[in-house]
């Protein structure tokens, strides 16, 4: 029987804007030694972090079937932090976004299906090819390709084993690490570009952040209308919990087919109230992605004031209206909660979400006043900006968290989808 070979792929992707600047990077590992036995990277130009992970995928299974292309019995297990791409991958979500589908089919193409299995993995594991990829795009940031003669991650460089659940390599003893030695002697025997000279060109103007690798992205998606949203009346969590009218039915498709034509959505996560729910699995329904519910994005609790138009309230409460209005600490008239509640309960879930999805895009299907304390944080701006803030139904804001702590508001109530 023909020797066989199994081998581990770690692939990532990445986008500077989502879309903005991308690039991937995989690696190729023997499962025994944890022996890195070829990489690849590439800068691709402006594409989504979804676009970025497949290219990944491809390259790292191409570069896989390179070293061993006449053994037919090759096996490949795939390691990424990406779960769309694992899941669909693997068979278990569909591939809907007709951006994924073409890469999709070519990574299937590379090895016969029966050969790769996939495994998703956290961030924090997939460091190798995180680098690689990032690697890439600072090569494209200068208006280069990555080389492999200018990477920091070593060909030789070992690394710890990786454990498979596989049945053991065929073949003679010894068959994986001779096959290893024979990968790595023939990659050192490329030859390769010289690494590309330092700019001498000095930084001029406000000059630019340091590299902090890409953030965890919040797009935040107000519900669509309910029948209270036209009369613009208190509506909250702890009124009547309407369910979306038909103009927000609408507009909830109508976010979720631009949200898939983007194709940047990784995961989604969505306000435990019904309108938020309904909108987030128009959604779902679009990208095939699981909808995961966090209570700490339902709406303000309004009291006493649930239901009632704004001109109501000052007519039956005015004096606690006027108070409310004048300061954060105070609450709505019977027992609801305070701007200062709400942004102590907003930033814990912000936080909470950024330690999971550090580097990812993140959709957050949530209220007014949720969206705009997020935006209010993200600025530094003092609670009264809350008020000059103008947020429509069904409309699109986002804000970028990166490692140093720092926010970035990149779009505040953009309705465009909706025309």
């Known amino acids: ?104 089919a070519e990574a299937a193409r590379i090895l016969p299906p029966a050969a790769v299995t996939y495994e998703w993995i956290p961030r924090a594991e997939n460091k190798h090819a995180d680098r690689l990829a990032n690697e890439a795009m600072d090569a494209g940031k200068r208006g280069r390709q990555w080389e492999p003669s200018s990477s920091t991650a070593a060909l030789d460089s070992a690394s710890p084993a990786v454990p498979l659940d596989l049945p053991p390599v065929a073949g003679p003893p010894g068959d994986a690490v001779a096959g290893a030695a024979k990968a790595r002697a023939a990659m ?25 690798g890409a953030p965890a992205t919040f797009v935040l998606l107000r519900h669509g209308e309910t029948v209270l949203t036209p009369e613009k009346r208190f509506s909250g969590s702890g009124g009547t919990d309407p369910e979306l009218s038909a103009v927000g039915r609408a507009q909830a498709r109508h976010a979720a087919h631009a949200f898939a034509e983007r194709g940047t959505i990784q995961e989604i996560v969505s306000s435990p109230l019904r309108r938020c729910r309904e909108t987030a699995a128009a959604v779902e329904g679009r990208l095939g992605l699981d909808v995961r519910i966090d209570e700490g994005l339902r709406e303000t609790d309004f009291g006493a004031w649930e239901g009632m138009t704004f001109g109501e309230v000052r007519e039956r409460y005015g004096a606690d209206l006027t108070a409310w ?55 530094g701006a003092p609670p009264e900006s809350l008020f000059r803030m103008e947020l429509s139904a069904a409309s699109v804001s986002s804000v970028a968290y990166y490692a140093d702590g720092n926010a970035s508001v990149r779009l505040l109530n953009d309705t465009s989808h909706l025309r």
């Not at 879309?19 to 594409?47: C, H, M, R, S």
């Not at 000059?207 to 902090?212: F, I, Q, R, V, Y």
């Not at 709400?342 to 580097?359: C, F, K, N, P, Q």
């Not at 959709?363 to 705009?372: E, S």
Request: overall charge neutral; charged content about 20%; aromatic content about 4%.
């Open 1 to 104: 029987m023909p020797a066989s070979h199994q081998l581990v792929v770690e692939a990532d992707g990445g986008s500077r804007g989502n879309p903005g600047p991308a690039g991937y990077g995989a690696v190729v590992i023997d499962p025994e030694t944890g022996e890195p036995l070829a990489e690849a990277a590439e800068y691709i130009g402006v594409a989504t972090n979804n676009v970025a992970e497949y290219k990944g995928l491809i390259a790292g299974l191409k570069a896989a079937k390179a070293l061993f292309p006449s053994d037919d019995a090759l096996r490949v297990h795939v390691r990424m932090d990406s779960k769309l791409v694992v899941e669909q991958m693997s068979g278990r979500w569909k591939i809907k976004h007709p951006d994924m589908k073409p890469l999709a």
């Open 188 to 212: 050192a025997s490329r030859t390769t570009a010289a690494p590309a000279a330092p700019s001498s060109t000095p930084q001029t103007g406000w000059g630019t952040a340091p590299d902090l």
């Open 325 to 379: 209005l004048a300061s954060p600490d105070v609450a709505p008239t019977g027992g609801g909660e305070s701007f200062a509640e709400v942004a102590e309960r907003v930033s814990a879930t912000r936080d909470r979400l950024i330690a999971r999805h550090r580097g990812r895009t993140v959709l957050l299907v949530t209220h007014v006043t949720p969206i705009k304390t997020l935006v209010r944080l993200a600025l």
